[in-house]
């Protein structure tokens, strides 16, 4: 089946970088698009950034001019670089893809397991 795995997560003091990675392994025929999600303690799900197969980005508010996606469509992988981290950008961070597994399949939504992002002040 198919996986995505994260990585890249960690402890940063408020102003420093980090840059996350998501890889997709396994039965894919293709990924439309690739999009990275936060969940902070108490808080919904929200949105981070997505990009599309053709190099579409779409931002949140909160994160623009802060954050970059990007993707390799040849390594099913998306990347997040995170600069100016706050505090408040203190989360677990979902990879997200929406692919089908062969020509013939409908397109599905696959979640990653999540990475901690910790910004202290």
């Known amino acids: 089946q198919v996986q995505l795995v994260e990585s890249g997560g960690g402890l940063v003091q408020a102003g420093g970088s980090l840059r996350l990675s998501c890889a997709a392994s396994?039965?894919?025929?293709?990924?439309?698009?690739m999009g990275w999600y936060r969940q902070a303690p108490g808080k919904q799900r929200e949105l981070v950034a997505t990009?599309?197969?053709?190099?579409?980005?779409d931002y949140a508010d909160s994160v623009k001019g802060r954050f970059t996606i990007s993707g390799d469509n040849a390594k099913n992988t998306a990347y997040l670089q995170m600069n100016s981290l706050k505090p408040e950008d203190t989360a677990v961070y979902y990879c997200?893809?929406?692919?089908?597994?062969?020509?013939?399949?409908?397109?599905?939504?696959?979640w990653g397991q999540g990475t901690q992002v910790t910004v202290s002040s």
């Open positions: 997200n893809a929406e692919m089908r597994s062969t020509y013939f399949s409908p397109t599905y939504m696959k």
């Open positions: 396994g039965r894919i025929f293709r990924i439309n698009a």
């Open positions: 990009i599309t197969n053709g190099g579409v980005t």
